[in-house]
């Protein structure tokens, strides 16, 4: 390395939180950005994925009407920088030659000056882009005030082939604009990808990324630069927006980022819940609902639902109903009223046994000479969906549903009952982490909650047997496996896709493996049904793992 610097260039990186659709709201995001980049000495600004348009933006994106507002946004914006600040290169949506490409645009001196699109489009799990976008072509540097930059945007560093050809056409650094959704084991697959680009291309890389909740999807940020030598230069924080400026200097043998703040990231339980935060407050705030309201029952879902809830959107957004019949015990009624007195939210109790019986009255001619079971049991639970759904209808507060994903696989949930919602955090979280995540929150929360600190999730909902209080000394367990035990086998099934024999010879029951499996395939036409709820896991329900509902296929034994 040589003793000074021969040039610098001050690049700021906007970690922000856009809206799919909200053309408006985003470039308006994107002007105070700037505005904050201008006040720090910025040359350049980077935004995220799509950016004008929000990610992803899915079907919305092929209206042509879509694809001009974000075009003449994109324009607008690029007059703006004719005041001599800093320059910006911002996704976008981008029609050229009658193809629609996932676009990144240099807007520099009044004009789009350079144009540049991603070629590796992805198409498995959660992304859908080569239904949308068109493949463009292998990209070359974007030059910028005597630097060439290499511009691959998120899924394009996923493999070699255009990291390669950057750096064979002239790439002096690599900043990479990003919508990578969260899941539990995305960091560590992250850092590997980019130190790998790195090695391979002897360059520098920042991977600046967006934050915030997208119906089922959440991103976390966490943008980090790396320079040549795979150091970690800068580090942002999980969850959480900002703008801030790096400091990059050539040297002989090229550029640098300067080592900057370094921020600690959330990771592992924590991450999870912040997670479900986040996505349930932007699910709440994008589609401009005054709340949420939610079944309290004593148990331990809806106890974490409504400390999610209330870490969200602040207890004063927050009403918990308890909805009792004969079979709710006293210890369930003093346990929900704990949480709520807690946490700080409106607590009422609504009871069903008028509900339940006028049903039955109704239904009694049908069902005479039969036996009294499920059916009968399930009547509560519709009781109490029908309850909330018209408390939501008539103050306009949303529905938290609060199943978690141990129920969601079995189909231990009643349709138009205690599935009835809008939305729900736990859904791709399985009980075992449902009891994890408890215990955590009684110790800490995410720096950006709005609720209550200290033990909010009184100890005996944690250590009580789960029971759905459905008939006198109801258990879970009476019709499901353990739930470590079940959690275990569900896993294997539904993230890892393994075979019922395989699970069979890591010491499970075969029998039980069976069972289970029969019960996550029957349930299939449940979870098609089911509320949108936050992803955490590498395969949540929905977006994930799209399976048929009419499916005779089955392992044999």
Request: proline share 6%; charged share 25%; aromatic share 8%.
């Amino acid at each position: 390395m040589s003793e000074a610097p021969a040039d610098q260039l001050l690049i700021a990186f906007a970690q922000l939180n856009p809206t799919v659709g909200d053309i408006a709201g985003n470039v308006e995001k994107a002007r105070a950005a700037r505005a904050l980049a201008a006040e720090q000495g910025a040359d350049l600004v980077l935004f995220t994925e799509l950016f004008i348009s929000g990610y992803p933006p899915e079907d919305l994106v092929l209206k042509p009407s879509f694809q001009a507002a974000c075009r003449q946004a994109v324009e607008r914006l690029a007059a703006e920088t004719a005041d001599g600040g800093p320059a910006m290169l911002v996704g976008t949506p981008w029609v050229d030659g009658g193809k629609l490409y996932n676009a990144v645009a240099l807007l520099e001196g009044g004009a789009i000056s350079t144009l540049r699109y991603k070629v590796d489009l992805p198409n498995y799990g959660v992304f859908d882009e080569k239904r949308v976008f068109a493949t463009g072509p292998m990209p070359g540097p974007i030059p910028f005030r005597g630097v060439r930059i290499g511009v691959p945007i998120c899924e394009d560093i996923w493999s070699e082939d255009v990291i390669e050809c950057l750096a064979e056409t002239g790439s002096e650094m690599l900043l990479i604009p990003n919508g990578s959704p969260y899941r539990r084991t995305v960091y560590d697959e992250r850092m590997n990808v980019a130190v790998a680009r790195v090695v391979e291309s002897g360059l520098p890389l920042a991977y600046v990324n967006q934050v915030g909740g997208q119906d089922e999807l959440v991103f976390d940020g966490a943008s980090f630069v790396l320079n040549a030598d795979r150091s970690l230069a800068v580090q942002f924080p999980n969850f959480q927006e900002r703008v801030r400026l790096t400091r990059w200097e050539r040297w002989a043998d090229g550029w640098r980022c300067e080592e900057g703040a370094r921020a600690p990231l959330v990771l592992d339980d924590e991450a999870d819940y912040a997670a479900c935060v986040i996505g349930l407050r932007d699910y709440v705030e994008k589609n401009r609902f005054p709340g949420v309201v939610l079944g309290l029952s004593g148990g331990i879902d809806s106890a974490l639902c409504a400390a999610m809830a209330a870490d969200a959107l602040g207890p004063e957004r927050v009403h918990c109903v308890m909805l009792p019949y004969r079979f709710t015990s006293n210890e369930s009624l003093s346990d929900a009223a704990g949480v709520a007195e807690a946490l700080g939210c409106r607590y009422d109790i609504v009871p069903i046994a008028g509900a339940v019986e006028g049903l039955e009255a109704s239904l009694a001619p049908l069902f005479a000479d039969t036996e009294r079971g499920v059916t009968e049991e399930n009547l509560q639970s519709r009781a109490r969906g029908t309850i909330l759904m018209s408390i939501s209808n008539k103050f306009g507060a949303m529905v938290v549903t609060t199943g978690n994903k141990s129920e969601m696989s079995t189909g231990y949930a009643t349709l138009y009952g205690d599935m009835n919602g809008g939305y729900n955090p736990l859904k791709d979280l399985y009980k075992t982490q449902v009891f994890r995540l408890c215990r955590l929150r009684n110790r800490w929360k995410p720096a950006d909650a709005l609720g209550a600190s200290g033990i909010v999730i009184p100890e005996n909902i944690i250590v009580k047997p789960p029971t759905a209080e459905l008939r006198e000394n109801q258990k879970d367990q009476d019709s499901l496996p353990p739930y470590e035990v079940l959690d275990a086998i569900l896993e294997r099934l539904v993230e890892r896709e393994m075979p019922a024999a395989d699970i069979a010879t890591e010491g499970f029951d075969p029998a039980l493996v069976a069972r289970v499996e029969r019960m996550l395939n029957i349930a299939e036409y449940k979870r098609r049904q089911a509320a949108p709820g936050v992803k955490v896991t590498a395969r949540n329900f929905g977006r994930d793992r799209r399976y048929p509902i009419t499916n005779r296929f089955r392992e044999t034994a």
